[in-house]
């Protein structure tokens, strides 16, 4: 991404004809052009305003006379119209105007992404439920000379007697104090005697208060801490990663740059891969600071999502815990964005705007000015890179805080110890699980992947079961009886006969799911508590916290889960950690596929042995020498990570090159096709610029449609969004079809 800075926002006023700029969240190519009538005068880029579009009043926002955009990301000119053909806005709309930086943000992320400006709008106020303002509730007190005709009934007088008695209360709460029905209440109001007053409702966010318990710092935490603190300090944009083993303390510490923010009195952001960690997360935010932080997610309520999005735009949110989402949030001031888990690549939104909230969220951090501090135990490639080449600043914690050592990792090799036939834990894990359980430890097993088996296969025939819209095998999730697909949620009850060749009970499961783990599991260890954690039987972060507090107050003793369990829990009583099947990600051919395999297994492994009692890590591999179980057992990932570099940097692979796809999905397999043969057809013939396919996705049929793929790879100096225009610009997408763009592609499915 270039480091470049855009230019200060114009703040300028409307133009002298009185023509405006206004976003609105449709797909656009950019912002429509408005005029403002006299009695909106006043307005500017910013304000929140209803515009006439066709028959219909769409919401949007004035925006600025010209996108502040390196000269490369600048999408074409818009069409000029004539000032006589322009409609006037209708209205301004009663909400806190959206701030110059993130405007600027939305365009700059329009822009990288390739995305309809309007789209990514459309993440800032989606926000904001703009149909439904929490309006300043109504309260009501006793006018201050009582009407002289009014008629005083006993019930009127109680009512009068309260209403002067304190501040205004809503009509409901007056009445019901006064035990009078909502008709007296209004039939004073009428006659004059109770005045209606707006009531503003307190800040709906304590402050936090950065003295309340801060920690004691050992080893070299302080050290780092006060690096931290210094970046917050400086006021400016500053990139650090901060990097630490699990359980050394890195979110001890970076909560010690929001403390340094907060004493700033300035707001922070803390994003998070996932928001079931939130609920944990909160906790241990409120015992260090005395308050909680604001949430910000996908399934927040709607009124919460109002208070919420008010609170950030006027500052009195101070610290915002969210998921990627919560980039769009309209920040009065921010001061500092913490990255979690930087490397996971659930940041990467898929679906609609396709972005990377990391690579988005120093973007933002340099329109605000503000530090950003990227956080793993296991860092990604991309973020390393950019240590070594001097953009990145560097700490590092060197051990785990306190007594607890790092877990000791030990290779299981499966052609060796194999399971007995049909199951799926070897003899060594199992006695492994029945020794710590019986130390009154608590043990855990990891899979990644849902249900029961990944593939039904007829026994008769062979058969496979598979998902009629998309490529892929139907999942068996047999506690819900039903065969379903992971991509696009289609299902269907388990036959009991072949639907090839109608043999009966033929059907039989292949491989392991979680669900048959946790079977196996329970015919093993009959004795044992189990506790099962995978996405599907956790409803949301209050379960996902739950079964978090199960584990803590020891009421486990045995943990099966898929990679909700890697996250950043803070289990002290467990001690063994078995990873059913590690070497699950390797296949595929995705580049990441060894890099994304140490990081999810070291987080896994980084569960055990948080406290005192030492932890070990099995890994059930069929490849126990693979470098990626190697740098697990050595724990030695730099030099794990300079493997992989030295791999990726000839080809200019990233981080040492650019990649973006073509994505062709259609209804037919014609309209794809030759789609796709256009686009490879009209492939831009540059140098540094390599173009890879057409090819048939792997995952050729998606939810019904047919879909092809092309990559681009470019050295790392060339912008590839112009390029990528240009290329989109000469291929008209047959009938049904659609070409999406994933500008650094994470997902090559
Ligand atoms: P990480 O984020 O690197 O995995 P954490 O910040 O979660 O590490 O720390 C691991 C555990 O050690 C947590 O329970 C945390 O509260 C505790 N801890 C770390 N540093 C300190 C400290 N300086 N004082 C007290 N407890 C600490
Ligand atoms: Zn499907």
Aim: include cysteine; charge should be positive; aromatic fraction near 4%.
């Amino acid at each position: 991404m270039p480091h470049r800075n855009p230019t200060q926002t114009d703040l300028l006023p409307p133009a002298p004809d009185g023509r405006v700029r206004v976003m609105l969240t449709l797909p656009f190519a950019g912002p429509l052009d408005y005029l403002l009538p006299p009695r909106l005068a006043a307005a500017r880029p910013g304000d929140i305003v209803s515009v006439p579009l066709g028959r219909r009043t769409e919401t949007g926002v004035i925006w600025d006379a010209a996108p502040s955009l390196p000269p490369e990301f600048r999408p074409p000119p818009p069409k000029e119209v004539a000032t006589s053909r322009l409609k006037p806005v209708a209205a301004r709309l009663d909400l806190p105007p959206l701030p110059a930086q993130l405007r600027q943000f939305v365009d700059w992320v329009a822009a990288y992404t390739l995305s309809p400006p309007g789209m990514v709008l459309a993440m800032a106020l989606r926000a904001n439920a703009l149909a439904a303002l929490p309006r300043p509730g109504t309260g009501y007190s006793p006018a201050p000379a009582l009407p002289a005709d009014l008629r005083l009934t006993p019930a009127r007088q109680k009512v009068l007697d309260i209403a002067g008695n304190g501040p205004p209360l809503p009509a409901a709460e007056l009445a019901r104090r006064a035990g009078v029905g909502a008709a007296v209440i209004r039939g004073l109001a009428q006659a004059g005697a109770l005045r209606a007053v707006e009531i503003t409702p307190p800040p709906p966010f304590a402050v936090p208060d950065p003295a309340h318990c801060p920690p004691t710092l050992g080893g070299n935490q302080a050290e780092v801490a006060t690096e931290l603190r210094a970046r917050v300090g400086e006021d400016s944009f500053s990139i650090t990663l901060l990097e630490g083993v699990t359980g050394s303390g890195k979110t001890e510490i970076y909560m010690e740059a929001i403390a340094a923010c907060l004493e700033a009195g300035k707001q922070a952001l803390v994003l998070l891969p996932e928001i079931a960690l939130s609920a944990q997360w909160t906790g241990r935010f409120a015992r260090r600071f005395g308050a909680e932080p604001a949430l910000w997610h996908s399934d927040l309520g709607a009124r919460l999502r109002r208070v919420t999005w008010r609170a950030v735009a006027d500052g009195t949110a101070r610290v915002v815990v969210g998921a990627r989402s919560a980039l769009f949030l309209p920040f009065a001031q921010l001061g500092l964005i913490i990255v979690d888990e930087e490397h996971e690549t659930a940041f990467k939104q898929e679906d609609g705007v396709t972005y990377h909230a990391r690579d988005m969220a120093v973007v933002r951090a340099r329109m605000s000015k503000a530090p950003i501090v990227l956080v793993s135990a296991t860092p990604s490639l991309e973020s390393l890179a950019n240590v070594g080449a001097g953009r990145y600043r560097h700490l590092k914690l060197n051990a785990r805080h306190g007594n607890a050592t790092m877990p000791v990792v030990e290779t299981l090799d499966m052609r060796a110890d194999p399971p007995e036939r049909g199951l799926f834990l070897s003899p060594v894990l199992t006695g492994a699980i029945n020794d710590a359980v019986g130390r009154g430890e608590q043990a855990m097993l990891f899979l990644n992947r849902r249900g029961y088996a990944p593939l039904t296969l007829c026994r008769t025939c062979g058969h496979r079961m598979q998902c009629p819209n998309c490529t892929a095998w139907l999942v068996e999730h047999r506690a819900r009886h039903i065969l379903t697909c992971h991509h696009c949620g289609y299902d269907e009850p388990i036959p009991q006969t072949c639907p090839k060749c109608a043999d009966a009970d033929s059907l039989t499961p292949i491989g392991p799911g979680v669900e048959r783990i946790t079977e196996e599991a329970r015919a093993t260890f009959p004795d044992a508590r189990i506790l099962v954690m995978a996405s599907d039987t956790l409803s949301g972060p209050a379960a996902t916290a739950a079964a978090v507090e199960r584990i803590a107050r020891r009421e486990v003793d045995l943990v099966i889960g898929t990679q909700i369990v890697a996250k950043g829990w803070h289990f002290p009583h467990l001690t063994l950690v078995g990873i059913v099947d590690a070497d699950l990600g390797l296949g595929g051919g995705d580049l990441r596929a060894s890099e994304r395999t140490v990081q999810l297994l070291h987080q896994v492994a980084g569960r055990a042995g948080r406290a005192e009692a030492p932890g070990r890590v099995l890994l059930q591999s069929y490849v126990p020498d693979h470098p990626v179980m190697q740098a697990l057992v050595s724990g030695n990932f730099s030099s794990f990570m300079e493997q992989e570099a030295e791999q990726r940097r000839p080809g200019f692979w990233p981080p040492y090159g650019r990649l973006a796809a073509l994505i062709v999905s259609a209804e037919t397999p014609d309209a794809a096709e030759l789609t796709a043969r256009a686009l490879g057809q009209n492939a831009p013939r540059l140098d540094g610029v390599q173009v890879l396919g057409p090819a048939p996705a792997p995952l050729a049929i998606l939810r019904g449609r047919h879909r092809h793929r092309l990559l681009l790879r470019a050295r790392r100096n060339i912008a590839v969004q112009p390029i990528m225009r240009e290329w989109l610009s000469r291929v008209k997408p047959e009938r049904g079809a659609r070409i999406d763009v994933d500008i650094d592609p994470v997902s090559f499915l």
